[in-house]
C-alpha cells in the first residue's frame, strides 16, 4: 500500500500556478519526500526532493512543514507540457520507493 | 550517455510464450528494479535486486522470474504463467546519492496477442 494520499486529478490552464498537496500521516523521522514525473509511455523522472521548509530548483518548488505530514509541489506558471501525472513518495534510503496512483494533472489552453 | 536503457520498446508475445525483457545500465547502480504499470494506476513492484547474484520478490512476482549475473544486467522473463502479462513495464536503478534516487528506464509494452 503507498504510504501516502494526493488527489487523483487536477486541472489548470497554461500561466497559472499549479500545488499539488500530498498527504505523509506515517512519515519516519528518517524519511526523505521526493516528487516524479510521469508523462504517458515513459519512465518516472525526478523532479525535486526534501526534508523540510522549502526547496527550490530549476522547475518546482516543495513545502514542507514543520510536522511533515504533508508537502506540497508548486509549479510556477504551468505549460501544455507540464501535462503528466505527479507522484509523491516517502522513502528511507535502502527502502523500496511504493508508488501510489499519483496526480494526473491536466494543463488546458 | 548515462541512463537505464531497456529494450525492445514494444513486444508482442503469444499466449503461452515465454519473452525476456531486457534492462541494461552504466550508471553503477547498485539496487535494480523490475516494476509493473497498468493503465491508469500506479507502478506495482515486480522483483528488486540489491547486488550481483541476489534478487527479492516485489508485491507482485508470481510469473515472473530474473536473474542478476552481472551489475549492469537486470532481464525480467515474463512467463506463461503470468496470466494477464499486458502491461508496461520499467526498469529502474538506485544509488544513494545519485539523483536523488531512482532513475527509470524509458518502458517496454508487452502486448498478448
Known amino acids: 500500500l503507498a504510504k501516502t494520499t494526493q488527489p487523483i486529478s487536477m486541472d489548470s490552464y497554461e500561466g497559472q500556478e499549479v500545488n499539488i498537496t500530498c498527504s505523509h500521516n506515517n512519515i519516519a523521522t528518517n524519511d526523505y519526500i521526493t516528487w516524479y514525473q510521469q508523462f504517458p509511455s515513459q519512465g518516472p523522472r525526478f523532479i525535486i526532493q526534501?526534508?523540510?521548509t522549502k526547496v527550490t530548483n530549476e522547475v518546482a518548488s516543495l513545502f514542507i512543514p514543520a510536522d511533515r505530514k504533508s508537502s506540497t509541489l508548486s509549479l510556477p506558471r504551468v505549460s501544455l507540457s507540464d501535462t503528466a501525472v505527479y507522484y509523491c513518495?516517502?522513502?528511507?534510503?535502502?527502502?523500496?520507493?511504493?508508488f501510489g496512483p499519483g496526480t494526473r494533472l491536466s494543463v488546458l489552453p | 550517455d548515462g541512463g537505464i536503457t531497456q529494450s525492445p520498446k514494444y513486444l508482442f508475445r503469444k499466449e503461452g510464450q515465454n519473452v525476456t525483457l531486457s534492462c541494461e545500465q552504466n550508471l553503477n547502480h547498485d539496487a535494480m528494479y523490475w516494476y509493473r504499470q497498468d493503465p491508469g494506476q500506479g507502478l506495482r513492484l515486480i522483483y528488486y535486486?540489491?547486488?550481483?547474484?541476489?534478487?527479492q520478490k516485489g508485491d507482485i512476482a508470481e510469473g515472473y522470474s530474473v536473474s542478476r549475473e552481472k551489475k549492469e544486467s537486470f532481464p525480467l522473463t515474463v512467463t506463461s504463467a503470468q496470466k494477464n502479462p499486458t502491461a508496461f513495464y520499467l526498469c529502474?536503478?538506485?544509488?544513494?546519492?545519485?539523483?536523488?534516487?531512482?532513475?527509470f528506464g524509458s518502458g517496454t509494452r508487452l502486448t498478448v496477442v
Open positions: 526534501g526534508y523540510k
Open positions: 535486486s540489491q547486488i550481483v547474484n541476489d534478487f
Open positions: 513518495l516517502q522513502y528511507n534510503y535502502g527502502q523500496n520507493f511504493v
Open positions: 529502474a536503478g538506485y544509488s544513494p546519492g545519485v539523483n536523488y534516487g531512482y532513475t
